[in-house]
Structure formats: C-alpha cells, structure tokens
C-alpha cells in the first residue's frame, strides 16, 4: 500500500515536472510571430536617449524569462544579459535602445504617438534610427541561441545600451563599475540598420566605417565698439569669418587626401544690429576624423590658427580664443578586416553581401574596441524589401534616411533575416573561436 502510494506520489511529482519543463520551452519559443508583437510594441513606446526605463525593463523580462542571467547598472539603462554555456570563447552582442525627438509620419497603424520631455518641451517621439529593429532582432537571436544551446559552446554577453544617439550610453557602460564584472568579450558585434539596402542583404565596410565625432564650442573675443569706427575695436565678426575659412585648410592641406575628415561650423552667434561691433562670436562646430592620430592634428591646428589669427587682429594672450570640447566625443568605428574577411566569406552563401562605403556619421559602437585592440564589426542591415525600395524611386521625397519622419523598416522580413545572419555569425564564430 505504502509502495503504491510512493509510486502514485513519484509518478505525480514526473508530471508536475514535466509539464514544467514543457512550459518553459514554451515561453522561451513562443509562437513564431513573437518578434512582431516586440517589434510593435517597442515602436509604439519609444523613449529618448537616457531616458529609456520602460524599454530597459521590457528587453529585461523578455530575456530574463528565457533563462539568461542580467547584469544590472551598466550606466544609465544599460545592462547585460549573460548565458554562460560551457567552455569557450565570450562573444558580444549589442543592441542600441534610444529613440528620437522626431514626428513620425509613416502612417503606419502602429505609429508612435508618444511625447516627452526635453529641454522643458513636450516632443513627440519616434524610433527613426531603427534602433527598435535592433531591439527585436536581439530578442530574437536571444531566444534562437537559447533554443540551440546544444550547437554551440561558450559565453554570450548580449548588450543593451541606453543613449547611442547622444554618445553617452558605451561610455557609461565601461565607466560602470558592473561592467569589471563580467566575462571579457573576444568579439564583440552589432547590427545597424541601412536604409538603402534591401531586406536579405547585409553591409559591410571593412577598417574605418564610421567617424569619430567631437563637438566643440568656440569663443572669439574682440574690443566692441561703434560700427562707424572700426579702428577703435577689433571686430571679432570679422576674425570668426577668418576663422572659419582659415580651418577648411586643414582639410584641405595639413590632412592627406586619402585620410578624409569633415570640420562644420553649424552655428555662428554674434552681434545684436548692424552698426555695433561686439564684444565676442560664439561658434559651434562639429568634427569628424578616422584615426586618433587625424584627430589630434585637426584639434591641434584648430587651437594653433585660431590664436594665431587673433594675435594677428590685436588681441592680448588673455583674450585668445576658448575652445570648449564638449563631452561628448567618440573614437571611430573600426571594422576589424579579418572578423570581417570570415563573416563575409561564411554569411555568402545565405545572404547578398554588399561592400559599403566609410561615413563620416558617428556611432558609439567604436567604445567597445578600447582602441582597435578587440576585433569588432557592425554590419549594416538591409531594412527595406524590393517593392518600397521601387516605389521610393518615383517619389518625389526620395527613399526616407534613418532619421527620417517617415523611416519605415520592412520589419515583419528585417527582424528574421537580421537573427539568421546573427544566430549564423554567432554560431560560426563559438565554434571557430578558440
Ligand atoms: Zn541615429
Ligand atoms: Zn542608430
């Protein structure tokens, strides 16, 4: 009896776990559509750059409930997600989750229609920059290198990071103290989607593929005074004009040809009516370089023309020009070659490989290759099927860039070609990877 009863009781506690075990393969496989609700979702609830809590906790759950482990305060939103399968080389993987200040105007069903706060004005928000593809995507190859746990061997630290779109969010990631905690990655990837490209075919750009970017405000200070007597002030007017000229030398003839770099001056501030010369000029300036080497020079030679040019106007060494450099600066992104060379060479076979020009466009993806010494590649994703690609051509508004109000990914084909590539990469690389 008492056997029986025993017997009854093991029999019961199998089921119980059995049916446990099947729910949990369940919720990790979902139903094969799963990427669409994520993908709606995270579009319809967009949140801007150091802002995104509720995209944090949401990416969170998701992968929580497949079982992988989270590494929390990594710097604004920021966090990981660790699976950590046997022995074998640590990959990364991250995804941006930042949206835009920007009034979508795709028209679509599932638009945003959400606002926030910035600078103390409501903004309407949209993920103009595809960063919720990225999102998507992510929990996508989540879930499939989950399920195929028994094909590959080693540690995959899956990165979702706050504020990409203000260069913030990888410099808070390695500034966090958690960062320390975890494995150390031997590759690190990441997607970002390309507008120009068809949903099936992936970009890539080997070496420098994005700029680094500096941001940097600069004073010029004059003597003010009447307008009709110009030789009793030095116009700080004319010494900015100078200026800004003067920079586009360096460009032009202390960079070589073949190293490109981009110097703006997006805003110029100075003077209140036309017959007073005033007091000082305010500029803004954004740079865009390669190497850290470019880099230095182009700052180097901003600083030297500037002062000299004011030496030259009359200006005392006090009254030199300011130059306040922003922190906000991101190193370039440099695609290691040989990551690239096998990735190509192993994804050719499954998806059209296009070569893509460098731009001078920023990224902070750069961060995590600490100065090129961790092969890193971002690989462009084709976002956009052949029928929109077409139609765009008879549009008078031109095919929509990221950024664009009316950025409108073909996501229910990007979201599974954007996880095969990467579950395929990933794979590849845990069992070529030593
Ligand atoms: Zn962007
Ligand atoms: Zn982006």
């Not at 949903?199 to 080997?206: A, K």
């Not at 030297?304 to 009254?319: C, F, H, V």
Request: hydrophobic share 40%.
């Amino acid at each position: 009896m008492i056997n029986r009863f025993l017997t009854a009781i093991l029999l019961l506690i199998f089921f119980i776990s059995n049916i446990q075990a099947q729910k949990s393969t369940n919720d990790v496989e979902g139903n094969n559509d799963k990427y669409i609700d994520w993908y709606e979702h995270l579009h319809q609830n967009p949140e801007l750059s150091t802002q995104e809590f509720a995209t944090s906790n949401y990416l969170k759950n998701v992968v929580n409930s497949m079982g992988y482990t989270i590494i929390d305060s990594l710097g604004y939103y920021s966090f990981a997600a660790v699976l950590q399968n046997g022995s074998g080389p640590v990959l990364l993987y991250r995804t941006d989750m930042d949206a835009l200040p920007i009034k979508e105007e795709t028209g679509w069903p599932i638009a945003s229609s959400k606002s926030s706060i910035k600078e103390g004005v409501s903004t309407p928000i949209m993920h103009a920059c595809g960063h919720d593809i990225h999102m998507s995507t992510w929990l996508n190859v989540a879930k499939e290198m989950y399920l195929s746990k028994n094909k590959w061997s080693g540690t995959l630290v899956l990165v979702a990071q706050s504020a990409e779109e203000l260069g913030k969010g990888a410099k808070g990631i390695f500034n966090s103290k958690n960062w320390n905690t975890l494995p150390k990655p031997a590759i690190q990837l990441a997607f970002h989607s390309n507008a120009n490209l068809e949903v099936g075919q992936l970009g890539f750009c080997d070496g420098y593929a994005m700029a680094a970017v500096d941001m940097m405000n600069i004073t010029i200070y004059g003597k003010g005074g009447h307008g009709a007597e110009p030789q009793k002030t030095i116009d700080p007017i004319l010494l900015s004009a100078q200026f800004i000229t003067a920079i586009q030398t360096i460009v032009s003839r202390n960079l070589s040809p073949n190293d490109p770099a981009v110097i703006t001056v997006g805003a110029i501030n100075g003077g209140t009516v036309g017959n007073i010369i005033p007091n000082e000029v305010m500029l803004k300036l954004t740079i865009r370089t390669y190497s850290a080497e470019s880099r230095d020079l182009v700052l180097r030679r901003i600083k030297t023309i500037g002062d000299q040019l004011a030496l030259a106007a009359g200006l005392e060494a006090n009254r030199l020009p300011k130059y306040d450099l922003l922190d906000m600066s991101i190193p370039s992104v440099f695609n290691s070659v040989s990551l690239g060379n096998s990735l190509k060479e192993h994804l050719s076979n499954s998806f059209s490989i296009v070569p893509v020009s460098p731009t001078m466009i920023g990224e902070d993806f750069g961060i995590y290759s600490k100065q090129n010494t961790i092969p890193s590649y971002l690989i462009w994703l084709g976002v956009l099927s052949s029928v929109q690609l077409k139609n765009y051509q008879n549009d008078p508004l031109g095919i929509p860039s990221l950024h664009s109000a009316r950025f409108a990914p073909d996501y229910k084909n990007a979201i599974p070609a954007g996880t095969r590539a990467m579950v395929n990469s990933l794979l590849y690389l845990f069992k070529t990877k030593k």
